[in-house]
């Protein structure tokens, strides 16, 4: 496995989000609010912003799913409800997982990370929304990052069957392209993995212009890949970088209640384990002495946080989302 390099979770920001600017966001107060007034739940496209330099980071959202608890190899069911319980993010039928979206801007390029499961998985399709909330249309994206291609990340490229970032590059690393359209893993593969290696191949016959990339390297000046490989044989990060700020989007390599305390508790669609949890086992540690800005996935909206080391244990700490000057 290549090692990644010290350089790709560098942040000379302190931990409490000094010297990064917010500038937008759909806070749970406003939400309150206005169920206060109308005696009913409201729909929000939730939205949030952070400034890294010249960039604007936008997390955006597809929806949730709920994972049952023992999706989970390396506890029991009981052990994981009751650290879900714990933490709140505990329902009747599992973990519930956020799906997350960052969408980068500095004026010239509009590039998103992953595209949602787009109704694949639980209550999910709401990426276009989003988009039109800051008044974007599909295709107004130049570039679209995958992280790596399971379901969720990958859905809302070929919803519908059709090509739904037109003008959009397309980024995947050539070690998910190459595993998750060979016939012979699809089938040695469980039921679970089939609608992955179903829509890799959609993908791959809708994008002709997608770019299998291999290892770190600068997509745009300021937004690179950060080798995460592990999760699946191809995972990646993406790191956005500018005046001395930077934003780690770590994918998969967070997931709520396990992580980032047990590197040896998996996830189900996790193929090589044992790789993942090397991958963990360095990264958590470099991340925490950096005090590197993690965006995640699967973590509850916007998914932002540190790594940081307390009493000898790894834990998740959300960043502070208040206004800053």
């Given at each position: 496995?290549?090692?990644?390099?010290?350089?790709?979770?560098?942040?000379?920001?302190?931990?409490?989000?000094?010297?990064?600017?917010?500038?937008?966001?759909?806070?749970?107060?406003?939400?309150?609010?206005?169920?206060?007034?109308?005696?009913?739940?409201?729909?929000?496209?939730?939205l949030a912003q952070i400034r890294i330099g010249r960039f604007t980071v936008t997390a955006l959202t597809d929806g949730y799913a709920d994972m049952p608890f023992d999706y989970f190899p390396?506890?029991?069911?009981?052990?994981?409800?009751?650290?879900?319980?714990?933490?709140?993010?505990?329902?009747?039928s599992g973990v519930r997982f956020l799906f997350n979206q960052y969408l980068i801007e500095d004026g010239q390029r509009r590039i998103l990370i992953d595209?949602?499961?787009?109704?694949?998985?639980?209550?999910?399709?709401?990426?276009?929304?989003?988009?039109?909330?800051?008044?974007?249309?599909?295709?107004e994206i130049d570039a679209v990052i995958v992280t790596h291609l399971h379901q969720d990340h990958m859905g809302g490229l070929i919803a519908g069957g059709k090509n739904n970032f037109p003008k959009a590059e397309l980024y995947i690393d050539r070690r998910d392209v190459a595993h998750w359209t060979d016939p012979a893993k699809r089938n040695g593969a469980p039921d679970f993995l089939q609608p992955s290696f179903k829509m890799a191949e959609e993908v791959v016959r809708l994008y002709p212009k997608l770019q299998a990339i291999d290892g770190e390297r600068e997509i745009s000046p300021g937004v690179s890949i950060v080798d995460l490989t592990g999760h699946t044989p191809g995972h990646i990060g993406v790191r956005v970088e500018d005046g001395g700020q930077s934003l780690i989007m770590v994918s998969d390599m967070i997931f709520p209640v396990v992580h980032p305390a047990a590197t040896d508790v998996f996830f189900l669609f996790e193929q090589d384990r044992e790789a993942a949890k090397a991958m963990r086992d360095r990264f958590f540690p470099?991340?925490?002495?950096?005090?590197?800005?993690?965006?995640?996935?699967?973590?509850?909206?916007?998914?932002?946080?540190?790594?940081?080391?307390?009493?000898?244990?790894?834990?998740?700490?959300?960043?502070?989302?208040?206004?800053?000057n």
């Open positions: 496995m290549a090692e990644f390099s010290r350089r790709s979770f560098v942040s000379t920001l302190p931990l409490g989000l000094a010297g990064a600017s917010l500038i937008a966001g759909a806070p749970t107060t406003v939400i309150a609010a206005a169920q206060a007034a109308t005696g009913s739940p409201v729909s929000v496209t939730p390396g506890r029991d069911a009981a052990e994981v409800e009751k650290a879900a319980t714990a933490q709140f993010t505990a329902r009747p595209a949602g499961a787009a109704g694949s998985i639980g209550q999910t399709g709401q990426l276009p929304q989003a988009l039109s909330a800051l008044g974007l249309k599909l295709d470099m991340a925490a002495s950096e005090g590197a800005l993690i965006a995640a996935t699967h973590m509850p909206f916007p998914g932002l946080g540190r790594v940081v080391a307390d009493r000898g244990q790894m834990r998740w700490q959300v960043a502070d989302w208040a206004l800053q």
